[in-house]
């Protein structure tokens, strides 16, 4: 396949990867606000859509670590690889969407490049260092969300006890929306780099760029790619986001965005990719817990966390699988 139609094939692939991601992970920004009724589902999408948008614009530092650190020499990877890692991602993240599993688009990528580089130029191309990195960052951000979830409400809840629940919800309800916005924001500004970041790397391998700088074309072709993903909604998982982890109230709700928009706004300072699925889930599991340990379905959060488990050896197997199909028509 001639080269300038390999690189545009990994440019569309990662921009329908951005795309998929908006739908996938609509619910992280919006399902709180709206199972507790603080914003309508239309309104909540349209808000979430625009400031993914703008969120995706701010930084290119978590790109530039994705696109750097997980191979040793970006130059020695072919596009067929990367176009590979593409398709992999994308089926595992369109299969859990279908069945309403919130899994992780960014353990998805991960493992998708992973395991289209180990079959075609072996494990050794892999940069183990960098790849520990973003593995540790994507494994500790929910544990770290989950513990600060539950100091947040906890806080929360002592500094508004002499209130009753009706007027403190009535309350928490309107600050909803500045929550959400955080998350929403927060949540474009990490996630939509992960496609920028594979778009500089297939750049790089095929000499188009010098160095792991994202063109501005990327920026906004990704930003937007994610934004019209959003506003397509994620209705498939915004119940089990919403209500199926804990039954939240609005004051639940305000203290999971506010804790996941920090947790994630601090990976975005540090280059550090994370996951927003994880991340949210993890602030309502520690926020509920705050609550009463109980009332959290830790049965769900089983079957959950069984998926982001094996996200990255699933999508790495379809990705090699993926690039032996490749390699065998290329050289039919």
């Known amino acids: 396949m001639p080269e300038h139609w390999l690189i545009w094939a990994v440019v569309l692939l990662a921009i329908l990867f951005d795309y998929i991601n908006g739908f996938h992970d609509t619910a992280n920004a919006i399902a709180t606000s709206v199972s507790t009724r603080a ?6 999408i349209m808000m ?3 400031l ?3 969120g995706a614009m701010v930084s290119t530092g978590v790109a530039k670590t994705i696109g750097g650190d997980l191979v040793l020499n970006p130059v020695g990877i072919s596009l067929e690889v990367i176009v590979a890692a593409l398709i992999g991602s994308i089926i ?5 969407w279908y069945y309403r599993i919130p899994s992780s688009s960014s353990h998805s990528l991960v493992g998708g490049v992973i395991g289209a580089v180990s079959i075609s130029v072996g494990p050794a191309a892999l940069d183990a260092g960098g790849i520990g990195k973003i593995v540790l960052s994507l494994i500790l951000s929910p544990v770290i969300a989950l513990a600060t979830g539950y100091f947040v409400m906890i806080g929360l809840l002592w500094i508004f006890r002499n209130f009753s629940p009706i007027a ?3 309350q928490f309800r309107k600050m909803q929306l500045v929550s959400a916005s955080l998350m929403a924001f927060s949540h474009g500004s990490n996630d939509a780099q992960k496609a920028m970041g594979i778009i500089a790397l297939a750049l790089l391998s095929g000499g188009y760029i010098d160095t792991m700088e994202i063109p501005v074309w990327v920026k906004i072709a990704c930003a937007t790619s994610m934004a019209l993903g959003t506003s397509a909604g994620g209705w498939r998982i915004i119940s089990t986001m919403g209500s199926k982890i804990f039954k939240m109230e609005s004051i639940n709700g305000f203290a999971a965005d506010l804790n996941s928009s920090i947790v994630i706004f601090s990976a975005t300072f540090l280059h550090l990719p994370v996951s927003t699925t994880h991340v949210v889930s993890g602030s309502i599991m520690g926020v509920g817990s705050a609550e009463r340990v109980r009332a959290v379905h830790w049965g769900v959060a089983r079957s959950m966390l069984i998926a982001w488990v094996v996200t990255i050896p699933i ?3 379809m990705s090699a699988v993926i690039y032996k199909i490749i390699d065998l028509l290329t050289n039919i």
């Open 315 to 317: 999508s790495a197997l």
């Open 168 to 170: 403190l919800n009535r």
């Open 92 to 96: 595992w993240n369109v299969l859990t």
């Open 48 to 50: 979430a859509a625009v």
């Open 39 to 44: 914003i309508s589902p239309r309104h909540a």
């Open 52 to 54: 993914n948008f703008a």
